[in-house]
């Protein structure tokens, strides 16, 4: 029998009430509403829920922050109901602070005015997860990970497809990280791969106050020991840095990848597919240079469609950018373990058409 969908009007007070309790303190809390709605959206969440209290609310609030609007609404989403990677067991005063630092405006007028249309959105979302008639393959692995099968060189070889925010990775030896041909990294608080690694990999204070910004600093060392402090390098080029706290996560290494060339006069960037196809095959050649370099040596690696954000490719354009040097690099025989991270139910549907084969896209530019 099919679980009632549950009534909107008490959504957004549960959604406060794990706002104020956090993730980590769901158990045993009355939060009908939202459990209705995760047993509507996926019947094995709810199974979930009794073996893990709270798994199947935090399971149905990942998925529909996942589909707010990237930037600083889904941004603020993850901070204020502890989505963000590392926020989960923050007061809710500091995880409300940062949100409100999301949008620069003070935590009083966040409180009374943000901090309700965001609720109200995720809320929205909630109820159109619910509202679809059973888990659809596209959701139903969303916050998870699958495994895509494919053939490279005639031999076969299997895929992971991560379909999660990548700061949510774990124990993948190595990600690569889109990068301006400056490595100047964006702003901790944006929404990008690239600024989501760095908030994930910065060390923090018992507070949440950040102690230590490593990619920054690790990147800027790069720059000045290659000389290349301030000035453009070639697209394509990869810097390696360590991973900063994701360590902890068992994220050994950082890559970051020189795809993005800044427009003159404007905030957009140029993205062409060939720097895109150029960058993964030096990253697989750095990736072989420091491999036994470490203990374990470094085996799996780590794509994000590059280029596909403000980059302005299409996913299908990033993707058979991306895999035109994977498929090249597994083909030799490499023995790599390949991953891919995205985050919509589209980009993932694309990339677990590979073994149908892609075909380049038409470049979606940037627009000024």
Same mark, same amino acid.
């Given at each position: 029998? *099919?679980?009632?969908?549950?009534?909107?009007?008490?959504?957004?007070?549960?959604?406060?009430?794990?706002?104020?309790?956090?993730?980590?303190?769901? %158990?045993?809390?009355?939060?009908?509403?939202?459990e209705?709605?995760?047993?509507?959206?996926?019947?094995?969440?709810? #199974?979930?829920?009794?073996r893990?209290?709270?798994?199947?609310?935090?399971?149905?609030?990942?998925?529909?922050?996942?589909?707010?609007?990237?930037?600083?609404?889904?941004?603020?989403?993850?901070?204020?109901?502890?989505?963000?990677?590392?926020?989960?067991?923050?007061? #809710?005063?500091d995880?409300?602070? %940062?949100?409100?630092?999301?949008?620069?405006?003070?935590?009083? %007028?966040?409180?009374?005015?943000?901090? !309700?249309?965001?609720? @109200?959105?995720?809320?929205?979302?909630?109820?159109?997860?619910?509202?679809?008639?059973?888990?659809?393959?596209?959701? *139903?692995?969303?916050?998870?990970?699958?495994?895509?099968?494919?053939?490279?060189?005639?031999?076969?070889?299997?895929?992971?497809?991560?379909?999660?925010?990548?700061?949510?990775?774990?124990e !993948?030896?190595?990600?690569?990280?889109?990068?301006?041909?400056?490595?100047?990294?964006?702003?901790?608080?944006?929404a990008?791969?690239?600024?989501?690694?760095?908030?994930?990999?910065?060390?923090?204070?018992?507070?949440?106050?950040?102690?230590?910004?490593?990619?920054?600093?690790?990147?800027?060392?790069?720059?000045?020991?290659?000389?290349?402090?301030?000035?453009?390098?070639?697209?394509?080029? !990869? *810097?390696?840095?360590?991973?900063?706290a994701?360590? @902890?996560?068992?994220?050994?290494?950082?890559?970051?990848?020189?795809?993005?060339?800044?427009?003159?006069?404007?905030?957009?960037?140029?993205?062409?597919?060939?720097?895109?196809t150029?960058?993964?095959? %030096?990253?697989?050649?750095?990736?072989?240079?420091?491999?036994?370099?470490?203990? =374990?040596?470094?085996r799996?690696?780590?794509?994000?469609?590059?280029?596909?954000?403000?980059?302005?490719?299409?996913?299908?354009?990033?993707?058979?950018?991306?895999?035109?040097?994977?498929?090249?690099?597994?083909?030799?025989?490499?023995?790599?373990?390949?991953?891919?991270?995205?985050?919509t139910?589209?980009?993932?549907?694309l990339?677990?058409?590979?073994?149908?084969?892609?075909? =380049?896209?038409?470049?979606?530019?940037?627009t000024?």
């Amino acid at each position: 029998m *099919a679980s009632p969908l549950p009534d909107p009007s008490s959504l957004v007070p549960e959604l406060k009430e794990v706002r104020r309790a956090g993730l980590v303190r769901l %158990r045993g809390r009355a939060l009908p509403a939202l459990e209705s709605a995760a047993e509507a959206t996926s019947g094995s969440t709810a #199974a979930g829920a009794a073996r893990t209290p709270g798994a199947a609310v935090e399971a149905l609030l990942r998925l529909a922050v996942s589909g707010l609007d990237a930037g600083t609404l889904r941004t603020a989403a993850e901070y204020t109901l502890g989505l963000a990677q590392g926020t989960r067991d923050w007061p #809710a005063s500091d995880r409300r602070a %940062r949100a409100a630092g999301v949008y620069g405006v003070s935590v009083e %007028r966040f409180r009374k005015d943000h901090e !309700v249309m965001v609720l @109200e959105q995720v809320a929205e979302h909630i109820l159109r997860l619910a509202a679809e008639p059973g888990p659809a393959p596209s959701r *139903a692995g969303a916050g998870t990970h699958r495994t895509v099968h494919v053939t490279a060189g005639g031999r076969p070889v299997a895929l992971t497809l991560h379909v999660h925010p990548v700061d949510l990775l774990r124990e !993948v030896d190595v990600v690569v990280s889109p990068s301006n041909v400056y490595f100047a990294l964006p702003e901790p608080y944006k929404a990008s791969v690239a600024a989501s690694l760095r908030r994930a990999a910065a060390r923090r204070g018992v507070t949440g106050d950040v102690q230590a910004d490593p990619l920054h600093e690790e990147l800027r060392a790069w720059a000045g020991g290659y000389g290349v402090a301030g000035r453009a390098v070639l697209p394509g080029t !990869v *810097a390696a840095t360590g991973s900063g706290a994701l360590a @902890e996560r068992g994220v050994r290494r950082i890559y970051h990848a020189a795809v993005a060339v800044p427009r003159a006069g404007t905030n957009d960037y140029d993205v062409l597919p060939s720097d895109v196809t150029r960058a993964v095959s %030096r990253a697989f050649a750095v990736l072989a240079e420091e491999r036994q370099r470490f203990d =374990p040596p470094l085996r799996s690696v780590c794509f994000p469609l590059l280029g596909s954000g403000r980059g302005g490719l299409s996913y299908q354009a990033g993707l058979a950018a991306v895999w035109a040097a994977v498929e090249a690099e597994l083909a030799g025989g490499a023995p790599w373990e390949v991953h891919f991270v995205v985050r919509t139910p589209e980009a993932a549907a694309l990339v677990e058409r590979i073994p149908a084969g892609i075909r =380049p896209a038409h470049d979606r530019r940037a627009t000024g």
